[in-house]
């Protein structure tokens, strides 16, 4: 996946984790905070107001690289405020955890994360502490040169080729782009599925769904080998225009909906579809090739390239990548995610789409 930082700061490197402790086989790894089933390319900017736990989340992203530099960038702050605000609840959110564990109270870290960030927080000091960790502390804090830009995205569109899925095992797939949804909780996406069943049979279908609703299925017929482009744009006020055409039946789809969106991010995404709180596992679906990749930001029309885009990998319970994108091609538009051998499971923790 590709990610935008929320804020549309550059990488920081928030914290150095402690080494691992030992652990117990099929643990946590220590310090390893994650954010699973997103395989996308993402853009989201900083819109002049300062969510803590948006920005909270967002730097969860950097800290599962222990090793990693810092990351240097030649552009500097443009809000000295903002700027402050990112790094001062980096450092709270990081003092909040060791105090959680220390005094073994979850609560501890409730102002300086979403809900969702919360809950993962949780699940990261109650693996330390079943793996044998007696203590965690902040070794060392570095920051980079901080970007905060503004702006506003009111559409975005893909063409991607629909998955020929396996059908050894069951599972399921969505690829789709969407409007908003990275650091908020709204959420205007459109795209394809293929769900396997124990059977064996293989449904595909088109859908479209607005959070906090769920998704619905539209009656746009796709298929292994279609080439689909799906197009979200913001016509005026809340109303939203959602395309869905099949390029190879030249059949089509279009709806226009009402919906009151942050219109903080743009996103291109190829993941493991979500069921209440819970991801189902990533079928075998090969690889996906995107292309026409772009949104539109302040009214400007912006490849992925352009746009600044950056990678996710989606990983599994055991921190192994189960589906990785690539970099995105010459053309500033066109990337593939693909599905590796790595074994992919039902997890906790989703939060996109629900078949």
Same mark, same amino acid.
């Given at each position: 996946m590709f990610e935008g930082d929320p804020t549309a700061t550059t990488p920081m490197n928030p914290i150095a984790p402690p080494p691992p402790p030992a652990r117990k086989s099929g643990g946590v790894p220590a310090g390893r905070l994650v954010a699973l089933g997103l395989l996308a390319f993402a853009l989201a900017a900083f819109t002049g107001r300062v969510d803590f736990g948006s920005l909270v989340s967002t730097a969860r992203t950097y800290v599962d690289r222990p090793a990693a530099p810092a990351v240097q960038t030649n552009t500097s702050?443009?809000? !000295? /405020? /903002?700027? /402050?605000?990112v790094k001062d609840v980096v450092q709270r959110a990081n003092e909040a955890q060791i105090q959680a564990f220390t005094r073994n109270d979850p609560t501890f870290m409730r102002a300086t994360a979403t809900t969702s960030y919360y809950q993962e927080l949780v699940q990261t000091n109650q693996s330390l502490q079943s793996s044998g960790a007696q203590s965690i502390a902040l070794t060392k804090l570095e920051w980079v040169d901080v970007t905060v830009s503004g702006g506003t995205f009111t559409a975005v569109t893909a063409t991607w080729t629909v998955p020929a $899925?396996?059908?050894?095992? %069951?599972? /399921?797939?969505? !690829?789709? $782009? =969407? *409007?908003?949804?990275?650091?908020?909780?709204?959420?205007?996406q459109a795209g394809t599925q293929a769900m396997v069943d124990g059977s064996g049979t293989v449904e595909y279908s088109s859908w479209i769904e607005m959070l906090p609703q769920s998704s619905r299925n539209v009656p746009l017929t796709v298929s292994a080998g279609d080439?689909?482009?799906?197009? *979200? !744009?913001q016509q005026s006020g809340n109303d939203w225009l959602i395309s *869905?055409?099949?390029?190879?039946?030249?059949?089509?789809?279009?709806?226009? $909906?009402?919906?009151?969106?942050s219109n903080s991010s743009a996103e291109w995404v190829q993941e493991a579809p %979500?069921?209440?709180? =819970?991801l189902i596992s990533l079928d075998q679906f090969g690889t996906v090739q995107f292309s026409g990749a772009s949104a539109i930001r302040d009214g400007k029309t912006m490849s992925l390239s352009a746009l600044g885009a950056k990678a996710i990998t989606m990983i599994n319970g055991q921190g192994q990548a189960i589906a990785q994108p690539s970099t995105v091609s010459s053309d500033g538009s066109s990337f593939t995610v693909a599905r590796t051998e790595a074994t992919s499971t039902p997890q906790t923790g989703g939060r996109r789409r629900r078949p």
């Amino acid at each position: 996946m590709f990610e935008g930082d929320p804020t549309a700061t550059t990488p920081m490197n928030p914290i150095a984790p402690p080494p691992p402790p030992a652990r117990k086989s099929g643990g946590v790894p220590a310090g390893r905070l994650v954010a699973l089933g997103l395989l996308a390319f993402a853009l989201a900017a900083f819109t002049g107001r300062v969510d803590f736990g948006s920005l909270v989340s967002t730097a969860r992203t950097y800290v599962d690289r222990p090793a990693a530099p810092a990351v240097q960038t030649n552009t500097s702050s443009t809000d !000295t /405020a /903002a700027v /402050a605000a990112v790094k001062d609840v980096v450092q709270r959110a990081n003092e909040a955890q060791i105090q959680a564990f220390t005094r073994n109270d979850p609560t501890f870290m409730r102002a300086t994360a979403t809900t969702s960030y919360y809950q993962e927080l949780v699940q990261t000091n109650q693996s330390l502490q079943s793996s044998g960790a007696q203590s965690i502390a902040l070794t060392k804090l570095e920051w980079v040169d901080v970007t905060v830009s503004g702006g506003t995205f009111t559409a975005v569109t893909a063409t991607w080729t629909v998955p020929a $899925v396996s059908t050894t095992s %069951s599972g /399921a797939d969505a !690829t789709w $782009v =969407g *409007i908003g949804g990275l650091t908020s909780n709204d959420l205007l996406q459109a795209g394809t599925q293929a769900m396997v069943d124990g059977s064996g049979t293989v449904e595909y279908s088109s859908w479209i769904e607005m959070l906090p609703q769920s998704s619905r299925n539209v009656p746009l017929t796709v298929s292994a080998g279609d080439s689909v482009t799906v197009t *979200i !744009t913001q016509q005026s006020g809340n109303d939203w225009l959602i395309s *869905i055409k099949n390029n190879t039946t030249k059949g089509s789809y279009s709806v226009t $909906v009402q919906y009151s969106s942050s219109n903080s991010s743009a996103e291109w995404v190829q993941e493991a579809p %979500s069921v209440g709180r =819970g991801l189902i596992s990533l079928d075998q679906f090969g690889t996906v090739q995107f292309s026409g990749a772009s949104a539109i930001r302040d009214g400007k029309t912006m490849s992925l390239s352009a746009l600044g885009a950056k990678a996710i990998t989606m990983i599994n319970g055991q921190g192994q990548a189960i589906a990785q994108p690539s970099t995105v091609s010459s053309d500033g538009s066109s990337f593939t995610v693909a599905r590796t051998e790595a074994t992919s499971t039902p997890q906790t923790g989703g939060r996109r789409r629900r078949p």
